[in-house]
């Protein structure tokens, strides 16, 4: 079974707190995502990653960071947390084949940050 | 750009109907997914659709797939409570993957 796990469920920080979420997968996976999810509006894709040290902007990237220094794990980093990133963030990871295009993505539990 | 729009985005319904969710999309697409979530738990896979016309079926759940109208379909065949959760359809296009909004279905007795 493929295995992606976050390091919290349940995150509240302050105002200019500097957050960080972990995401690790097990199965060798080249992708990897970040997803804030908000009522109504579904998942939004912040960055993801492609590959080791590689990164791509998604819709949302403003305010976050992303790490990716081994395969297996991909972090997504508030610089300086404010109230509208309070949020449900998901992290996904998938195969990618270059002749097949995006695969099946593979979701973690989520973290539920408050930012007071 | 690639844009998935579901509808609707909330369904109640009553044991024993049946019912459809709607996935409309804005480019050529390769193949679509279709995800369950239950409420305070992550996505789960639930179908895949690989080209036109394609249909899978699990239990009260049917996907089907019509690529030249851009649209794929979840029936639900005589819900029950258990089908309660948030489904969403998330659509594959050259490198892209886009996610629907998402349909948070309600099972009522």
């Known amino acids: 079974d493929v295995k992606v796990t976050q390091s919290s469920r349940y995150l509240v920080k302050r105002t200019g707190e500097k957050v960080f979420l972990e995401c690790v997968q097990d199965?060798?996976?080249?992708?990897m995502f970040w997803y804030r999810q908000d009522p109504g509006l579904g998942l939004r894709l912040i960055y993801f990653s492609y590959d080791v040290k590689m990164k791509e902007k998604g819709d949302i990237p403003e305010g976050y960071s992303v790490s990716r220094e081994k395969k297996e794990r991909f972090s997504l980093i508030l610089e300086s947390a404010s109230t509208n990133q309070t949020s449900m963030y998901l992290c996904?990871?998938?195969?990618?084949?270059?002749?097949?295009?995006?695969?099946?993505?593979?979701f973690g539990p989520g973290t539920r940050l408050t930012v007071l | 750009e690639l844009k998935v729009e579901q509808n609707p985005l909330f369904l109640s319904m009553q044991e024993g109907k049946n019912y459809t969710i709607y996935c409309n999309y804005s480019?050529?697409?390769?193949?679509l997914y279709w995800y369950r979530q239950d409420p305070g738990k992550s996505l789960e896979s639930l179908f895949v659709?690989?080209?036109?016309?394609a249909v899978k079926q699990e239990g009260r759940l049917m996907a089907s797939l019509d690529t030249k109208a851009r649209l794929s379909t979840l029936h639900i065949t005589a819900a029950v409570h258990d089908l309660s959760a948030t489904y969403f359809c998330?659509?594959?296009?050259?490198?892209?993957?886009?996610f629907g909004a998402g349909t948070r279905l309600t099972v009522k007795p």
């Open positions: 480019t050529t697409s390769d193949r």
């Open positions: 998330a659509v594959v296009s050259v490198r892209d993957m886009r």
């Open positions: 659709l690989l080209s036109n016309g």
């Open positions: 199965m060798d996976h080249e992708n």
């Open positions: 996904a990871s998938s195969f990618f084949r270059l002749e097949v295009g995006p695969n099946e993505q593979f």
